[in-house]
């Protein structure tokens, strides 16, 4: 892991670029983290696009950070700065005719699109928290948040280290996920929102019946994709709270 | 209205019974309300039984009196000590009939069951919300809590003075409530206990849809129709305090 840029953000928070490889991500640390008083870790994913979706991951950052925790992301395999992979680019494209057409977005499709992606990013989200728990200000336990769903459930499920996990609900999710959900046993919870277009809401539901966890939590809202309510951004904050300290 | 008792609990809360006519109720007002500092008032619902229900509804109270709301709750017609129905007790028992049989609960019954009791309760928690309102240390706006839930979401259509109400899914709900929900406009928390065997959990899922208000949220969780998690309550309390202070 290597840092390659670093600023100090208006509230104190310390945001750090980093490569890892050829996998480029950030890192953002509260003022008061130090190897004496480390901070847990939140993972923070997103749909891809490191640049594009910085705005809105810095301002989940800076909330982490003021309820003391450690927030990192990378970028998704084969978006943003990334080398494309050709099959997904043309499993996208699929996708795009499918939705355009007014079509079903088939289990094909949904599969050739969501599976390679899950496949490439969970070695690499493991890789880099082995390279953030290594430094002396980042401690355990981890938390997971956001998208793409797919991601979380199978990090919740194969990673011991991450005890909690916030889900977005809105992307496609292939069949085979819904057996991983089952092995799912950490606290999970899913936030939806209800009236998303370019969401499968019964698929979301069916997911989160699916998932094997006893205390498992849906905040479902209105206000499309990305207009998750402030109150329950605030509410996934305090998730985390009651579970990583 | 007639207070029947008063009683002063160790947080300093006033708990009062009362009549209403025949209808029995009880009150509870935070420490700090008075006619100089009147509060905003959360109608308290629930399934009928008032002592029953009491240790349940006095500990809402105490959180909403925390939170610088009076609480009040009546009992339901035709429970507790209120003269019974003869229709009421009859389609309950061809409730209990079918599940006990294993038979599914018939819109039927469900209709026989849920449409008087709304069409008695609501005119009466109507009729409760003039005499508290008149009460010099009690002032609006006003929210509804808890179930049955058809008899809230008419109460949150109907009422103009309820400003938001938090719902809890855990009742039959007949058809005709899915029309009458499209008309509700004020803000709305759904709770839902997705694994409550005795809920028809996509009936709940159905409701939340029709709901018209802009702002709704559903919040699922799991662990049985008593088993809401303390943090939901807290959230609960959030709602209200967003939305009627």
Same mark, same amino acid.
């Given at each position: 892991?290597?840092?390659? =840029?670093?600023?100090? !953000?208006? %509230?104190?928070?310390?945001?750090?670029?980093?490569? !890892?490889? #050829?996998?480029?991500?950030?890192?953002?640390?509260? #003022?008061?983290?130090?190897?004496?008083? &480390? @901070?847990?870790?939140? !993972?923070?994913?997103?749909?891809?696009?490191?640049?594009?979706?910085? &705005?809105?991951?810095?301002? *989940?950052?800076?909330?982490?950070?003021?309820?003391?925790?450690?927030?990192?992301?990378?970028?998704?395999?084969? =978006?943003?700065?990334? &080398?494309?992979?050709?099959?997904?680019?043309? +499993?996208?494209? %699929?996708?795009?005719?499918?939705?355009? +057409?007014?079509?079903?977005? $088939?289990?094909?499709? @949904? %599969?050739?699109?969501?599976?390679?992606?899950?496949?490439?990013?969970?070695?690499?989200? *493991?890789?880099?928290?082995?390279?953030?728990?290594?430094?002396?200000?980042?401690?355990?336990? @981890?938390?997971? =948040?956001?998208?793409?769903?797919?991601?979380?459930?199978?990090?919740?499920?194969?990673?011991?280290?991450?005890?909690?996990?916030?889900?977005?609900?809105?992307?496609?999710?292939?069949?085979?996920?819904?057996?991983?959900?089952?092995?799912?046993?950490?606290?999970?919870?899913?936030?939806?929102?209800?009236? /998303?277009?370019?969401?499968?809401?019964?698929?979301?539901?069916?997911?989160? /019946?699916?998932?094997?966890?006893?205390?498992?939590?849906?905040?479902?809202?209105?206000?499309?994709? $990305?207009?998750?309510?402030?109150?329950?951004?605030?509410?996934?904050?305090?998730?985390?709270? *009651?579970?990583?300290?």
């Amino acid at each position: 892991m290597r840092f390659t =840029s670093e600023q100090r !953000l208006d %509230d104190g928070v310390l945001e750090r670029g980093f490569t !890892l490889g #050829e996998i480029p991500g950030i890192l953002w640390t509260p #003022e008061s983290a130090s190897a004496s008083a &480390p @901070v847990p870790l939140i !993972l923070m994913g997103h749909p891809g696009g490191l640049q594009r979706m910085y &705005p809105r991951l810095v301002t *989940r950052a800076q909330h982490s950070a003021a309820d003391g925790f450690a927030a990192a992301t990378i970028e998704l395999p084969g =978006s943003g700065d990334r &080398p494309r992979f050709a099959a997904l680019e043309e +499993a996208r494209a %699929d996708l795009r005719r499918a939705v355009g +057409a007014g079509e079903p977005v $088939t289990d094909e499709i @949904v %599969d050739r699109l969501v599976l390679p992606l899950v496949e490439l990013a969970v070695p690499e989200w *493991r890789t880099t928290l082995d390279a953030l728990l290594s430094l002396p200000e980042i401690v355990g336990p @981890v938390g997971y =948040s956001g998208g793409v769903i797919s991601i979380g459930v199978q990090l919740a499920v194969v990673e011991p280290r991450i005890s909690a996990a916030l889900l977005f609900a809105g992307s496609f999710v292939p069949r085979v996920m819904f057996e991983e959900a089952r092995q799912a046993t950490i606290p999970l919870l899913v936030l939806l929102q209800w009236d /998303d277009e370019g969401n499968d809401r019964q698929a979301a539901l069916d997911l989160f /019946d699916a998932l094997g966890s006893k205390e498992k939590t849906l905040h479902a809202n209105m206000g499309g994709h $990305t207009g998750v309510p402030q109150f329950e951004g605030d509410d996934g904050g305090r998730f985390f709270v *009651r579970h990583l300290k």
